[in-house]
């Protein structure tokens, strides 16, 4: 056996994900596919267009052999809390080899070289300068990083999926993880790119917007618009700052923001500066609504919860006797472990009960105990 993970969303799960899974088996020689997968929120600071087990059941059905669950904490949170808190999970595992990723680059050796380099400029006082200045962390790191690196290294931190990958082997590194890092070079249009130039493979943005546009039983956060604004309206800036990655000052710009704006992108244009990015601000807005605090971010994922398997993932299962972390289908059951379990399981059930407003029929309250795993 040789045990691939892969940190995903799939939201939806399209082409270039089913090409990135047989990239994993075909070139880094899996046997095995667990996916970590975000839930029913997602890390652009957004519900998740489906359901969390209908996006199980679609990794399933095109090679993915078991689907565990992201909590929503790191789910919605900062690229490098998303990536810590899905490497846990792997980590915890005790049977994964391998870590597979997605990337513009393609260069396992090159977003590795780029994880040191980002290592090393977070601890100068020039990145917290440049910040000091105006600029987004985005940009005052990649400043920083200039001063010291050749330009293929810098490049490396212009595109999404190669930071995602970094941050990835940056959580590997400090876990003191065996598990090789293994990247797949993207396929298709860019992150986020709307471009006709596709090979055939849309980017999930653009599935989306068709999604959306078409019609159907999907979830849409205009639907929870006015309960996100109501909420926000009624919090002092204490209150806000106590959400993930609020600081700075810009839970004061949320606080003004909030009490001019009659719609979530006239939220986000009133908070938005060069110094905070529009996916912060999302996210920032999101775990307010969510009341998704910091220390919900520092309690590292303790449960592994299984959202679908097939044998082979049965047999996965099988290889992780041994992880210190409960593993489950359900949640109750999960939180019945401990108080940390239960407060985990508890943000999930509330933040999924808020998730079934966002359909144009609501759902009821519950979902989170009733649910049943995908099996194939």
Known sequence: MKIAAI??????????????????????????????MSGNFTQRGDVAILDKHIRAKAALENGVDLVVELPVAFALSSAEQF??????????????????FGSECGKVELIEEAAGAVHYAQDTEELYALMKKGLTYPMALQQTIENYYTEDVVEVLTEPNNTLGVEYVKALNEAGSRIKPFTVKRVGSGHDEFSENTDGILCASQLRKIMLEEGGDYADIKRLETAVLAKLRMMSPKEIKKAPNVQSGLENRIFKAVRAAKSLPELYFLIKTKRYTLARIRRAVMCCFLDISNS??????????ILGM?????EILSMAKDCPLPIDTSLSALMKHGDNQRRQALLEERCSNVFALAYEKNRVCGGEFTAKPVVL
Do not use: W
């Open 7 to 36: 940190i995903a969303e799939y939201n939806p799960f399209h082409e270039g994900h089913k090409y990135h899974i047989k990239q994993t088996r075909e070139v880094a020689g899996a046997t095995h596919v667990v996916a970590v």
């Open 83 to 100: 990536a810590s808190g899905a490497v846990h999970i792997v980590n915890s595992l005790g049977c994964v080899d391998i870590l597979s």
């Open 310 to 314: 097939n044998e082979k993932g049965r």
């Open 296 to 305: 919900d971010v520092k309690l590292m994922p303790q449960y592994v919860r």
